[in-house]
């Protein structure tokens, strides 16, 4: 038999029994409709905290003080030794491949301007923060560049905590107090949103000096530091960590590279979206028994069939074929409206919340129509075979 | 039609064709098994995620330095001007229905023994009513003495796994412990505890708060624990906490309080929703189960026109022929859901024999909720059919005959 002619056969077939067909096939086009849904908020997922990553730099070492043999997450709390801002100086100086690296000191305090105050986190930095975070500015200037151990009366506000404090009102220039100090707002930086947890529109960043004494800190909370070249990663991170080792007589920091905690959350959701895609494909398989009832009863009807094909000469394989080919096809129609409305819910999506980049990927499109057709196949494979066991003759008689 | 004879004749038609019911049914059976694994997975890490925060009691009340929080922590980006101090945590004693207090200041350094042998753990600088507060057991010898807060003292208590990987087979009691650099006598260990939230309790140590604090050069404490009395109304006495500590703080509220009452509420909430989204999604599989059905039943009425045409011509109404089919197909989805259960069940069965630290944990409604909700399923399912075959104008059915 031609491949033409199986194609006709088996379309024939279905179409000659529309309401079956089209409930048989509507079941794996639910459970394909599923699984690319899922798979698509996944990898939007996935492609969000990427997104967000690479929007503060993508080389970046970070250092914090202490380390904990035990857990897997960050350091909490103090170290016998601070992480002092001479260690950032000397150890940032002397280690070539670095293109710019911030220190960060927190704490949090009330701003307040005239009679309005908001509480707020307040980040001590110096001028290299706004390369190595990738800030950008609404308006007027980043904190000025100068050596790290002095201290300024600038500010830079985020853009909630800059409208909050000041309404309409232009704040540059303007002058804040928090507790006894007073500063200078030089800058407004552009609104961002959240990132990692916390609100950057609600920060505002003073220089490294003068927060640390504010606060009375001695220990840096944070080191970062952005490397030329991600091949020179692992060489500056081992020669960063070498240099603490020395100037601390014991290894009493933590080095990370932003890309390992990236590609940790980037396995984590990973797997979530395999997992959430292997129990919505659990309905493929019942769409499968579906497919291969409704076969089984068509082999029953068609015995008469089945027994002129064998009588004219059809070999077992060509009754196979039939049978699978007809399967093949309703499950392969299923995968392709399941497809088609998986697609469409995903576009609704993003046309709802523009923002979270939910995009079926190509490999699950190509997996889903691979899929259905093996389930087609794969649960079309018994009823087949039980057509090339009918005996002719007794199929014909209709015995 | 009697019950008995409606029963009788739907049945005999499902066992008629019984590979094809069988089919059928084993497709609802998936359905309610992946919802009953999945909801067990969820209620089973609820269950052990509860069990593991109530461990510490449900009385405990955090006060955390600062009101920014990162990832649902309070505290990580350090307090306020204005510190969260010893003073405060001893002020506290006075408020009325708190029974312990606990400061807390923390960091990480190597603990190292005489044998040589160190670890890089977190050191916990807390006072001697710690293992109460946090109802932690000592192992042997005893807990930190009670020594005023603001005096630092020379003495540790190690966690078991710490004692076990830098002592060895060699008793740690009354032994010097290096931590930072700083000697340390051995007066405690406690019993194992486990994890919690990625912490091992159990890989950590304990000393005196000011000393911590020294060898941290910590200014302000990093929480302050209370245990509010068991008779005492737990939200009450927060706010009595609230008021009395930003009274201290000159009218401020520059810290957080966090009850164990109300995280464990929140963690309830969120597994709540994730195993409710998860069991939904399992349930495509129930939905492309009824499918199967509807599928199935309008073949079968297909098949089955001339016999519909007798039942009505024999004087059965359209409400009574709708009511066979509708019965089929409830009968067919709750031996499904049967099935299901039991091949759940079984799977736990399996699961709890080859894998016993998986929480799983099924209640009964669930099982009960399975049921019905097969049932229902099947409904759903025979109605167009049942409309249909009740549709069926019995001469034109006896003639198809």
Request: net charge positive; no cysteine; glycine share 12%.
């Amino acid at each position: 038999m031609k491949a033409s002619d199986l194609a006709l056969f088996a379309g024939t077939a279905l179409s000659g029994h529309r309401v079956r067909t089209a409930l048989s096939l509507s079941g794996v086009a639910v459970g394909i409709a599923a699984v690319i849904a899922l798979t698509a908020l996944g990898q939007g997922a996935r492609e969000y905290v990427v997104r967000e990553f690479t929007a503060m730099g993508s080389h970046v070492l970070i250092v914090f003080p202490g380390k904990v043999e035990t857990t897997g997450g960050g350091p909490i709390g103090g170290a016998p030794r601070d992480l002092t801002l001479e260690d950032f100086r000397a150890v940032v100086s002397r280690t070539p491949g670095i293109v710019a690296a911030a220190p960060l000191a927190s704490g949090e305090e009330t701003l307040r301007y005239g009679a309005r105050n908001r509480a707020a986190l307040i980040l001590g930095t110096t001028a290299e923060f706004r390369q190595v975070r990738r800030v950008k500015m609404g308006a007027g200037s980043f904190l000025p560049r100068r050596d790290a151990r002095q201290a300024g009366s600038e500010i830079v506000l985020g853009a909630k905590l800059a409208r909050e404090l000041f309404g309409p009102e232009s704040p540059l220039g303007k002058v804040v107090r928090m507790g006894t100090w007073r500063f200078r707002v030089v800058g407004v930086m552009a609104p961002r949103g959240r990132a990692m947890g916390i609100d950057v529109d609600d920060v505002a960043l003073a220089p490294i000096q003068t927060v640390m004494a504010a606060f009375n800190r001695t220990s840096l909370f944070r080191v970062f530091i952005e490397v030329r070249d991600k091949r020179l990663l692992p060489e500056v991170k081992e020669r960063v960590t070498e240099m603490f080792r020395e100037r601390h007589r014991a290894e009493d920091v933590t080095v990370i590279t932003q890309d390992a905690m990236l590609s940790a959350f980037s396995d984590i959701l990973n797997a979530l979206t395999l997992a959430l895609a292997g129990i919505a494909s659990i309905s493929l398989a019942v769409a499968g028994v579906g497919i291969m009832n409704v076969m089984l009863i068509s082999v029953t009807e068609r015995r008469s069939e089945i027994g002129l094909l064998k009588a004219l000469g059809g070999t077992d394989r060509q009754v196979l074929l039939v049978f699978l080919a007809e399967s093949g096809l309703l499950a392969l129609m299923g995968g392709l409206a399941g497809l088609a409305v998986g697609l469409a819910a995903v576009a609704l999506f993003t046309g709802l919340y523009p923002s979270f980049p939910a995009s079926a990927p190509l490999w699950a499109v190509a997996a889903s129509i691979l899929l259905s057709l093996s389930v087609g196949i794969g649960f079309g494979l018994w009823p087949a075979w039980r057509a090339t066991k009918l005996d002719p003759v007794r199929a014909l008689t209709g015995r | 039609m009697r019950v008995t004879d409606l029963a009788g004749f739907v049945l005999s038609s499902l066992t008629g064709h019984g590979l094809r019911s069988a089919l059928s049914a084993l497709g609802i059976a998936i359905g309610v098994m992946a919802v009953i694994l999945l909801t067990s997975l969820g209620e089973g890490t609820r269950r052990y995620i509860v069990s593991q925060f109530s461990q510490f009691g449900t009385n405990l009340v955090a006060i955390n330095p600062g009101r920014v929080k990162t990832f649902g922590i309070p505290g990580v980006f350090g307090g306020t001007t204005r510190k969260l101090t010893i003073d405060d945590a001893q002020a506290l004693r006075r408020i009325r229905g708190v029974s312990h207090v606990v400061p807390v200041a923390m960091g990480q350094a190597e603990v190292e023994s005489p044998l040589g042998r160190g670890r890089h753990v977190y050191i916990y600088g807390v006072n001697h009513e710690a293992a109460d507060a946090w109802k932690f057991p000592v192992g042997q010898g005893r807990f930190l003495p009670p020594i005023d807060p603001h005096r630092q003292g020379a003495f540790a208590v190690l966690g078991p796994k710490l004692a076990r990987e830098i002592f060895g087979a060699r008793p740690p009691l009354g032994e010097r412990v290096r931590i930072g650099g700083v000697g340390f006598i051995v007066v405690g260990i406690m019993e194992p505890k486990g994890q919690l939230l990625g912490f091992d309790l159990d890989d950590s140590a304990y000393i005196p708060v000011a000393s911590a604090m020294r060898l941290f050069s910590l200014t302000e404490l990093q929480e302050i624990d209370l245990t509010v009395a068991e008779n005492e109304a737990i939200p009450a006495a927060v706010e009595r906490i609230r008021t009395f500590l930003a009274a201290r703080h000159s009218g401020e509220e520059d810290f957080t309080i966090t009850s164990q009452q109300e995280m464990l509420d929140t963690f309830g909430r969120i597994m709540d929703i994730v195993t409710m989204a998860v069991t939904a999604i399992a349930a495509i599989s129930l939905f492309v189960g009824a499918i199967g059905i509807l599928t199935i039943m309008w073949i079968s009425i297909h098949e089955r026109t001339g016999e519909i045409g007798l039942l009505r011509a024999l004087g059965v109404s359209r409400r009574g022929v709708a009511g066979v089919f509708l019965l089929e197909a409830a009968v067919l989805s709750l031996a499904g859901g049967l099935a299901g259960l039991a091949g759940g069940l079984a799977v736990e069965g399996l699961l709890f024999l080859f894998a016993p630290g998986l929480p799983l944990h099924t209640p009964v409604m669930v099982m009960a909720a399975a049921l019905a909700m097969s049932i229902l399923v099947g409904l759903a399912s025979g109605y167009l059919p049942a409309r249909r075959a009740a549709a069926l104008d019995p001469i034109e059915a006896l003639r198809a005959e």
